[in-house]
RNA sequence: GAGCCCAUAGCUCAGUUGGCAGAGCAUCUGACUUUUAAUCAGAGGGUCGCAGGUUCGAUCCCUGCUGGGCUCACCA
């Protein structure tokens, strides 16, 4: 990032207060392209009494006057009363709220020392959680400004710049330490100099700061001896005391239980775990520019349903009190979104999330995010050379390549993708003979050897799909465009035009996994009337999971719907083929978890 | 929901055939102005997940529970 775009948003509107427009006109100058090298203000560090606490203006009345924070308000030393440090117990274990603080039982001896050493600053006249500094410069930008400068142009150069950030470590010599500043671009050493920031600096910054705290770093970039791109402090800020202590440095954060429940703490330590999120932005934001530049509208549709429609699973229920109704978390955005197609809006998607009351396992987690997205006047086959295009493309805009490792395995997503009938795809890893995968009976005999056991209501379809589950779709490495799906599994789909028990449908698979089920849709609304009927026998017959029918969709078809395709695709799951990650968890921030003991 | 495995210091992990609980990092004290897991000397830090049982004695053995992981099942 350029340093003169942040620069430019510095300076002070005029109407607030002197000393903050000052401050923010010194920040400024530190930052902006024009100024670098120059020499900031000489004599103006960081020290006792703190110049840089921040005048709040307090509208009189606002309020209690005795409570702690307040002391922060005043301006200058000497203000208001100190020498309390009502957080800080004594010793040992005890829980109480003492002058307004509240101890928390769990807190040690470690995160004890360091709510002593922000309440001592705080009696000192310094406000440990400050908000008065921008960082001029990432680290990025700051390695950017050094190039490939020599250690010599680099000192000539006399670059100077400010970053803010967490202080990942310290190396400590007594009237020097080395501390890295990690903030969102990267991370960035700093040297701190006894004789550069000043003694009171200095001595604030060994009895108060730890790894953890957020700081505020400011002086000209050197190469240290053995090579490191280093800012040279002259001014050093603490922005924020961490009260608790980051993981080890080596091992960092392993609890996976810990990693999920604690993200915080995981994104801090875990570099991979950052460049996971970050992948799955860019995996996002490549969906959305795709679609959008092929004139698809974004819209956002109903995530509680009166009718959970659009799939087939249990849905989780909720209740709204003034309407006095029940409500469902969405399952699926489809029915909707096929409304908005009825709506004239003939390209549209919905990136978000839906909701499926499920198990939890390494694939599935209960609320997970999807892109739908439906084109009028185009048909499953369109979708597939789609997806093709728009998967191989992320591939190539994320890595370069279309190719992909995962697991130890490589992930070719160049097109042409295989394309293989459900039934095909039976018999080759199945090794059944094709021709008897039409014959109920042979279907009901394989599927109940397989450990299926049919429901009454299953029809051949049905088992077919129920066959395919087990031995064909773990089998399938991909990509692969898995075609021609029975009609009885596929209420949604519109019917083939030469085969009347099979529909236009793919589901694409890769590495034994769905990633998108897309169709031509059904548009006729007494088919989809009919089917909404059989649904009702399924559900009836014991079904949970049938698809409930949903007479508003079924009106909004009969207004015509113009012919189309539409396709889901799960996020979590590309995102996981896209980042070498095992289970879904690894890819969704906040995974569901039980109550913590 | 079922099976298998796991839970010891803030973190990463040892350990006890049942007998006062260990290391490294982190913390605290001291030394150290170009380090890279900085180094050196010293100190503190534990309800061994929770509750029962067996035992002279349980962190260890047994039972139950809680939380987590993996594999199934369900599903995308």
């Known amino acids: 990032m350029p340093a003169g775009a942040v620069a430019a948003q510095e300076p002070g509107d005029g109407d607030e207060d002197p000393a903050l427009e000052a401050l923010r006109a010194g920040d400024a100058a530190a930052g902006r392209e024009g100024d670098r090298g120059a020499q900031g203000e000489k004599g103006h560090r960081l020290g006792f009494p703190d110049p840089f606490v921040r005048p709040r203006a307090v509208p009189p009345g606002e309020g209690p006057p005795d409570r702690p924070r307040d002391r922060e308000r005043g301006r200058g030393p000497g203000r ?23 101890v928390k039982e769990d807190w040690n001896d470690l995160v004890r020392d360091r709510i002593r050493k922000a309440e001592e600053l705080r009696a000192s006249g310094i406000n440990p959680y400050p908000n008065d500094r921008k960082a001029g410069w990432t680290t990025a930008a700051a390695r950017a400004a050094a190039g490939e400068k020599s250690p010599e142009e680099l000192e000539q150069a006399a670059v100077r710049v400010d970053v803010a950030g967490r202080m990942v470590a310290s190396r400590s010599f007594g009237k020097a330490a080395f501390v890295v500043v990690s903030d969102r671009a990267g991370r960035l050493q700093a040297y701190i100099r006894r004789d550069k920031v000043g003694e009171d600096a200095y001595s604030l910054f060994v009895k108060s700061v730890d790894v953890g705290d957020i700081v505020w770093v400011e002086g000209t970039l050197f190469i240290t001896r053995t090579g490191e791109l280093t800012i040279l402090a002259e001014r050093f800020r603490l922005l924020s005391k961490a009260i608790r202590p980051l993981p080890e440095k080596w091992h960092g954060l392993a609890d996976v239980e810990t990693r999920y429940r604690q993200r915080y703490v995981d994104l801090i330590v875990n570099e991979k775990v950052r460049e996971v999120f970050r992948t799955r932005a860019r995996i996002i934001a490549h969906i959305r520019s795709y679609l959008t530049e092929r004139d698809f509208l974004e819209v956002e549709t109903p995530m509680m349903q009166p009718v959970a429609g659009g799939a087939t699973a249990k849905p989780f229920v909720t209740h709204h009190n003034a309407l006095g109704m029940d409500l469902y978390l969405r399952i699926a955005p489809e029915l909707y979104l096929k409304r908005l197609l009825v709506g004239g809006f003939e390209r549209v998607f919905e990136i978000n999330r839906n909701f499926r009351n499920e198990g939890i396992s390494t694939q599935h987690n209960p609320e997970f995010t999807m892109v739908e997205f439906y084109q009028a006047y185009a048909t499953y086959e369109d979708l597939m050379r789609l997806t093709e ?34 039934a095909a795809a039976v018999a080759r890893h199945g090794n059944l003979p094709q021709e008897r995968l039409s014959d109920p009976a042979f279907l009901k005999e394989t599927a109940l050897s397989l450990g299926i056991e049919p429901g009454k209501e299953w029809g051949p379809g049905k088992l077919l799909s129920a066959v395919f589950e087990e031995v064909a779709e ?73 698809h409930a029918m949903d007479e508003d969709f079924l009106r909004a078809l009969e207004h015509g719907m113009p012919p189309a395709a539409g396709e889901g695709i799960g996020i979590d799951r590309l995102v996981m083929l896209f980042t070498d990650s095992p289970s879904i968890r690894d890819v969704i921030l906040f995974p569901q978890m039980r109550k913590e003991g």
Do not use: C
């Open 80 to 102: 208001g009363h100190q020498g309390v440090h009502p957080a800080v117990p004594s010793r040992g274990r005890g829980r109480g709220i003492q002058g307004g603080r509240r």
């Open 474 to 546: 773990k089998k399938i490495r991909g990509p692969a465009f898995v075609t021609e799906y029975p009609i009885e599994v596929s209420p949604l789909s519109r019917r083939n035009d030469l085969r009347p028990d099979i529909v236009d449908r793919f589901e694409l698979i890769v590495r034994g996994r769905e990633i998108a089920n897309a169709f031509s849709e059904l548009n006729d609304p007494l088919d989809q009337r009919g089917r909404f009927e059989e649904q009702l026998r399924q559900r009836e017959a014991g079904d949970e999971e049938a």
């Open 389 to 422: 295009e728009m998967i191989s493309g992320m591939a190539l805009s994320l890595f370069g390549t279309t190719e992909v490792r995962f697991q130890g395995e490589t992930i070719d997503f160049a097109p042409p993708w295989e394309r293989i009938p459900v």
